[in-house]
């Protein structure tokens, strides 16, 4: 089925065009339009009973889903050589569609047809006749039984790359001999049937190729440990096998794996496994540990995606069978445990993802196998993890990114990743950042956003970091700054980008203290300082700040703009000044702007006094792009409020 995005884009189209043209005889209600030097011709979710019969010629996309056709025979279609892509899906107005023998007999060059979402679809056993060049066929949602695998229906498709029939009453999965010859076939999608064993030969007219794609996920699948039940993949290659949404537990997926064993796949989806795991709180079920994935020991997985499950521990040795795997995917378990030992023989392990688990702490053993690997990417976001051991992750040296955001860390890890660049430590309880140049020398992109951060002075400390050239501090509480950095050097020259927004530095300036905190910034591109309760700039501020291309100053209490306050911004381009009360407004202030393109003034609210008939005049003759949001800068009038065409009249005729 089409996805109903595309619907939602098509139907105001066709709906549209159909009331422009009411006058034609007979009024089509279909739609022509050229996308992609290709003519689509739309007419869905028009009531149509039958396949309209003015169809261009020359259509390449005939898209007649959500309609009320009930049957198709070659006589349905008139000659549509060019004819591409056909969807036919959700005639539910019809009940039933029914498809007849060679039924698109006249459009040999059809590459894609959507039948699905047809509830009771009949096919007649020639139905697909004729579609030598047809690639993937939707059959999804369409009620079928095993006899649409078993009945030669398919046996013209020798070009066909993807079957879906996902969604229907499969019950047997025994492809008749008609496959054989359909070398092409790669991507067999069968989630949601009601398949409840393959073995020995069933498979056996798929075999000598490879399959990308397996889907088998949410199927009644039962392994038994019987000689009766032996590998049904046999030379069958496997792309990716997805058996998610199962309710095998430990000793089921152990018998699945052995049964295929020897099978090469290369990324295995067993997400959503519902029974795998003991969960948090429940003891009547087991975690995965070193024999259940054995079966796969041969098979040189890759990828491998166990989250949304119910793994609390990890055993050791539980991933011993991966000894290929560069990926692997745990978010969403309940891991509150990983034993020591447990990432053993992971020997190529590029990326680790724990997030979304149950861990509190991460202590020394448990990475430490990983130690010599090649780990680049580690996510332990949204855990609940508070403390980390001292040098619990030292060895990493390859780890790049590392993601601890969303957890309940007090403090910078004691830990030494000399390979870190992307550092995400957002959303924890970080009050100081003592340790950062040791845990992360060569961080370029370091996020510290939503902490609790007081002292200004730490963007001095922080700065330490060479490499930087992102820093995110905003949702902070800086609120002070600490004479005691204030003297030092500056060696941060090479920061780019500086989210302060949302803090209190409002307060650290009027007090007097660190106004020269962006002194050697000078390749900083963006300043963000929005939301800082900032009612006046200090003088000289941005000085530093040649580079600045960017400035967000929005949400503060700035009631007016010194003409000095912007010395030195001579390649700002935009500045944002939303949400301020500027009481007066002289545009002495955008005289060092010579660069500047745009100035955000929306939901500011102005005196109108004659300073600002100046404004209003230099805004009807600047090339500058100025914003004055929905409903315009409203006017604090010692008289009401005026709108702005009054305001207008109010200047012109007063100043
Ligand atoms: C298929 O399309 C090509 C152009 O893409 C056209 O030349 C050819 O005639 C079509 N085949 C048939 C059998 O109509
Ligand atoms: C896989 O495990 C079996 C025993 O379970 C063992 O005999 C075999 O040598 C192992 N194969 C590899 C490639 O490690
Ligand atoms: C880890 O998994 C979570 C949840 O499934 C996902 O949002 C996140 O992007 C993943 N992390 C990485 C590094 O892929
Ligand atoms: C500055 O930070 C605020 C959050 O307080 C955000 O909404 C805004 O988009 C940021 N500005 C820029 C230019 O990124
Ligand atoms: C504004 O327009 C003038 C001439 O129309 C041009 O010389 C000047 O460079 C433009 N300024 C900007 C910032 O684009």
Redesign the pocket.
């Known amino acids: 089925m089409l996805p109903s995005a595309l619907l939602l884009l098509l139907l105001p189209l066709s709906s549209l065009c159909s009331t422009l043209s009411p006058s034609i005889s007979p009024p089509s209600p279909c739609t022509s339009l050229l996308t992609q030097s290709r003519l689509v011709y739309i007419c869905q979710a028009q009531g149509l009973r039958s396949v309209p019969s003015l169809i261009p010629p020359h259509t390449q996309v005939l898209l007649l889903a959500f309609n009320g056709i009930s049957s198709v025979s070659q006589f349905s279609f008139p000659d549509l050589p060019l004819l591409r892509s056909l969807s036919l899906g959700a005639q539910h107005l019809a009940g039933s569609l029914s498809v007849g023998q060679s039924a698109f007999l006249h459009s040999p060059n059809l590459t894609s047809l959507d039948l699905g979402g047809n509830l009771n679809l009949r096919l007649h056993p020639e139905a697909f006749g004729g579609l030598a060049q047809l690639e993937v066929l939707l059959l999804d949602s369409n009620g079928l039984d095993e006899t649409v695998l078993e009945s030669g229906l398919f046996r013209d498709l020798t070009n066909l790359r993807k079957l879906d029939l996902s969604f229907n009453r499969i019950r047997r999965l025994r492809p008749d001999p008609s496959f054989f010859p359909l070398t092409s076939l790669s991507y067999l999608i069968l989630k949601l049937n009601k398949i409840d064993s393959v073995c020995g030969e069933d498979l056996r007219s798929l075999r000598n190729r490879k399959l990308e794609l397996l889907d088998l996920s949410s199927n009644p699948l039962h392994f038994t440990d019987s000689p009766s039940c032996s590998n049904p993949f046999r030379d069958i290659a496997l792309g990716t096998l997805d058996v998610s949404s199962m309710d095998w537990n430990a000793e089921k997926v152990e018998t699945f794996f052995r049964t295929i064993s020897g099978t090469k796949v290369e990324r295995l989806k067993m997400n959503h496994a519902a029974a795998l795991g003991s969960g948090f709180g429940f003891h009547n079920l087991r975690d995965p540990d070193e024999d259940t994935f054995s079966g796969l020991n041969s098979s040189e997985v890759w990828a491998l995606d166990l989250s949304h499950g119910f793994i609390s521990q990890l055993a050791p040795r539980v991933f011993s069978a991966f000894s290929r795997l560069i990926s692997l995917d745990l978010s969403s378990n309940k891991i509150n445990r990983i034993r020591p030992g447990a990432f053993s023989g992971l020997g190529e392990l590029v990326s680790l993802n724990l997030s979304g688990n149950l861990l509190g702490e991460l202590l020394s053993p448990s990475f430490q196998v990983l130690c010599p690997t090649s780990l680049q990417a580690l996510d332990l976001s949204s855990n609940h993890i508070g403390a980390i051991q001292y040098g619990a992750l030292d060895g990493l040296v390859a780890l790049e990114t590392l993601s601890l955001r969303d957890n309940a860390l007090t403090r910078i890890p004691s830990v030494r990743l000399p390979g870190l660049t992307l550092v995400l430590l957002s959303q924890n309880r970080i009050s100081d950042v003592y340790g950062l140049s040791s845990f992360s020398p060569r961080t370029t992109f370091l996020d510290l956003s939503g902490n609790r951060l007081t002292d200004l002075g730490s963007l001095w400390e922080i700065l330490e970091l060479r490499s930087l050239r992102y820093l995110l501090l905003g949702r902070n509480r800086l609120s002070r700054c600490s004479p005691s950095y204030a003297s030092r050097q500056v060696p941060g020259k090479g920061l780019l980008y500086l989210d302060l927004s949302d803090n209190a530095l409002g307060g650290v300036w009027k007090s007097g203290q660190c106004k020269d905190i962006f002194q050697g910034l000078g390749q900083l591109e963006s300043l963000n300082l929005s939301r800082n309760h900032l009612s006046s700039l200090p003088e000289d501020l941005f000085q530093g700040l040649t580079g600045l291309q960017a400035l967000d100053l929005s949400w503060n209490d700035l009631r007016g703009l010194r003409s000095g306050a912007f010395l030195g911004l001579s390649y700002l381009r935009s500045l944002n000044l939303q949400g301020n009360s500027l009481v007066t407004l002289s545009l002495s202030f955008l005289v060092p702007l010579t ?3 745009s100035i955000d003034l929306s939901e500011v609210t102005f005196v109108c006094d004659c300073g600002l008939r100046e404004l209003w005049d230099w805004m009807g003759a ?3 792009t100025v914003q004055l949001g929905g409903r315009t800068a409203s006017c604090m009038l010692p008289s009401p409020t005026l709108p702005e065409p009054l305001l207008v009249t109010y200047l012109q005729e007063n100043c």
């Open positions: 660069s500047l393109e600047t090339n500058v």
